[in-house]
């Protein structure tokens, strides 16, 4: 976990003794999960304080999600853009195939401390849902994924990969079945077993202390990332690119670089059909800061303040909301948020295929038509470091479909 | 307690306990089944002899609640329902019902979409008495709890069967209008708490407040509007009618007017049988 530098003008000592980034953030949950949410803020500043906790989760990292993993130099990418050099940081090459795995080590250790024995999460695409799945058999506790059913339909091989590692997987049939509705669920449940349940939330975001635990456990990318180029460059990038759904993975990316002003910080988030069409899960770009899920930050809504459906074609991204720090990076300036539409990433997800044999997740696919765009702006002498969030087996079927291939 | 003339939440505990009973609320979701209809149901809850009415702010999302609100919320927002619609049926009831408390409920974003000093006149002037927010505890007042308190409307916070006696101090800080007693850990409309549980935690909630407590989620029935009458000083009901406005769309008003009546004659009965 972070260091948290004690440095007065730090932006990375956020958030504030009550959980907010600003003005985002915060602890907006019904009073019966609220002492629950105090007592698991305790612990994990015990937990954060106790090497022995420390030593468990860095050796699970390393001997069961496998790693470091590299930080890979795109030779031909960088070519064939002709700009910036661009690395890859390979967080598709963890155990189960993406970071996600890297936050619900952390979580699934803070509820063995908390003495809870029965584990739930919120899962889009199954991603997080395979990861918590998987953490929950290696630790023997019993574990419920709350999926929509929508989403049940449209990802049944990762419904079944949660099956064979023990989960019980509920369909959410309300609202619009995907993943807003199987968080809602997901506190539904939460809320009525808090004697005895975990819940793993995938993302950073929800009430305080969870975008902070998450971004916490997520700050080993962007460690092993720093020295990584300082081992390759001896200096650090120029730029850190990543997709943003929740904006785990980015803000793990970034969180170590908030303080190193010289290094530019890029988020993409998914502009669906275009900003335009109104059909896109870019909630900065095309939101306004509410209350939704335990915490303030920008989500899609309308002036009612009803909350909208967001379109991704990455469904790991298709959610309405962001990570309030990332609203807070937004709003100070500190980082910037570039949409990319469904086209654009598909386009670069094949690119990436052909070019340097990797296959990358759809979600990581966004952050690479960002590269795409802003490399060859950019000088031979400069670095760019993208996050390679996930690998893009998951996705093989909906980009078939997207490219009329029959598989 | 003492009931301000001005103050019709403290009025209809007062007048109920006058009457050695508990005072009896009610709850349905604001544009259920449709804007134009909800007038006529709320006219039969007071007919039926409801003495408080919360109408529910419907959203998107209501995490905290069970699937018969679900639906209710899904009902609401089909129809067309806006912000503007709940306002004008606060409105217009208080034209027709000057002595009903009216209480508002529901989630914080559609609260403070406009500004939560926005939200606290506009409702005030609509004639709404309080407000409860599931999604805004004691921890983040401020998001809503200044605007309402300067505006002269009672923010009523939420008690659990989490609140302990070390935290329920910070609970009641700020709240106003009565304390709304949550029996059990869960989602509305669900699972019922048992007896006993709830006459233990009133009784710790009484002996940390002069507000009134009234007590809600999974309280259906006559039968258990009664037994829960006997300890508390109002009774919450919510998820049963809601059903029957689910089931009977715009001709619900006189079903849900005849319950109602069965509910208010279960809490008098209590006091014949004292």
Redesign the interface.
């Known amino acids: 976990m972070t260091d948290i530098s004690n440095a007065p003008n730090s932006l990375r000592t956020q958030p504030d003794e009550?959980g907010h980034f600003g003005q985002f953030g915060?602890?907006?949950?019904?009073?019966?999960?609220?002492?629950?949410i105090l007592d698991l803020e305790k612990e994990y500043r015990k937990a954060k304080a106790d090497p022995e906790f420390q030593r468990e989760f860095d050796y699970l990292l390393r001997h069961y999600v496998g790693r470091p993993n590299p930080l890979y130099y795109a030779q031909r990418l960088t070519e064939e853009l002709g700009g910036a050099k661009i690395y890859l940081k390979r967080e598709e090459l963890n155990h189960t195939g993406a970071h996600k795995i890297n936050n619900c080590i952390g979580q699934i250790l803070l509820a063995k401390r908390m003495g809870k024995t029965r584990i739930i999460a919120e899962t889009g695409a199954g991603q997080h849902g395979v990861a918590t799945a998987t953490v929950a058999a290696l630790f023997n506790i019993p574990c419920t994924i709350f999926m929509g059913a929508l989403d049940v339909e449209r990802q049944q091989p990762n419904v079944f990969r949660m099956k064979l590692l023990g989960a019980e997987v509920r369909a959410v049939e309300?609202?619009a079945r995907t993943l807003?509705d199987a968080m809602?669920e997901a506190?539904?449940d939460w809320?009525?077993n808090?004697?005895d349940t975990f819940y793993i939330i995938g993302t950073a975001a929800g009430p305080h202390p969870y975008p902070e635990l998450v971004r916490d456990f997520q700050s080993v990318i962007g460690r092993e990332t720093r020295e990584q180029i300082m081992e390759a460059e001896g200096r650090l990038p120029d730029m850190l690119i990543a997709a943003v759904g929740g904006g785990s993975n980015a803000i793990g990316m970034f969180h170590p670089f908030l303080d190193d002003k010289e290094v530019e910080l890029v988020g993409v988030e998914a502009a669906g059909y275009g900003l335009e069409s109104g059909q896109h899960a870019a909630s900065l770009a095309g939101g306004f800061p509410?209350?939704?899920?335990?915490n303030?930050t920008y989500?899609l809504?309308d002036?009612?303040?009803?909350?909208a459906e967001a379109h991704s074609i990455s469904a790991g991204l298709d959610y309405p909301g962001i990570g309030p720090e990332h609203s807070w990076l937004h709003e100070i300036g500190r980082a910037r948020y570039e949409p990319i539409t469904d086209d654009e990433a598909l386009a670069s997800f094949q690119h990436l295929c052909r070019l340097e044999g990797i296959i990358p997740a759809l979600e990581s696919s966004h952050a690479l038509a960002a590269v795409e765009k802003i490399a060859p702006t950019l000088g031979k002498d400069r670095i760019i470091v993208v996050n390679l969030s996930g690998r893009g087996d998951k996705d093989i079927f909906t980009v078939a479909k997207a490219l009329g291939v029959e598989i | 307690m003492t009931a301000h003339k001005d103050d019709r939440t403290a009025s209809a505990f007062a007048r109920a306990r006058a009457q050695g009973r508990a005072a009896l609320s009610i709850f349905i979701t604001g544009g259920d089944p449709t804007p134009a209809h909800t007038g006529a149901v709320l006219d039969a809850l007071v007919e039926g002899g409801a003495d408080l009415i919360e109408l529910g702010m419907p959203?998107?999302?209501?995490?905290?609640d069970?699937?018969a609100i679900?639906a209710a919320n899904?009902r609401a927002?089909s129809a067309g329902t806006?912000?503007t619609d709940i306002l004008a049926i606060a409105t217009a009831f208080r034209t027709r019902h000057p002595d009903v408390p009216l209480i508002l409920m529901g989630?914080?974003?559609?609260?403070?979409?406009?500004g939560a000093d926005w939200f606290a006149q506009a409702i005030k002037a609509a004639g709404v008495d309080g407000v409860i927010c599931?999604?805004?505890?004691?921890?983040?007042d401020d998001?809503l709890g200044p605007a309402l308190r300067a505006a002269g409307v009672h923010f009523i916070?939420?008690?659990?069967?989490?609140?302990?006696a070390a935290?329920l101090p910070a609970?009641l800080q700020g709240s106003g209008g009565f304390l709304y007693y949550?029996s059990?850990?869960?989602?509305t409309g669900?699972q019922q708490a048992a007896q006993a549980s709830i006459e233990a935690a009133v009784a710790h909630l009484k002996s940390g407040t002069d507000l009134p407590i009234a007590v809600g989620f999974g309280v259906r029935t006559p039968e258990q509007a009664a037994a829960i009458g006997k300890v508390a000083d109002g009774v919450v009901v919510g998820s049963a009618i809601v059903d029957l406005i689910g089931r009977y769309g715009a001709d619900a008003p006189p079903h849900v007017k005849d319950y109602v009546a069965s509910l208010r004659a279960a809490l008098e009965q209590k006091e014949l049988a004292r």
């Open positions: 009550r915060g602890r907006y949950v019904a009073e019966t999960l609220m002492p629950l309300s609202g807003k809602n506190l539904r809320v009525a808090v004697h509410g209350i939704l899920h335990g303030k989500l809504q002036e009612d303040g009803q909350i | 959203f998107t999302d209501p995490m905290a069970g699937p679900q899904l927002l806006k912000t989630y914080a974003n559609p609260m403070i979409r406009r599931v999604d805004i505890p004691t921890e983040e998001e916070r939420l008690a659990t069967p989490t609140t302990d935290r609970v949550v059990v850990a869960g989602i669900k």
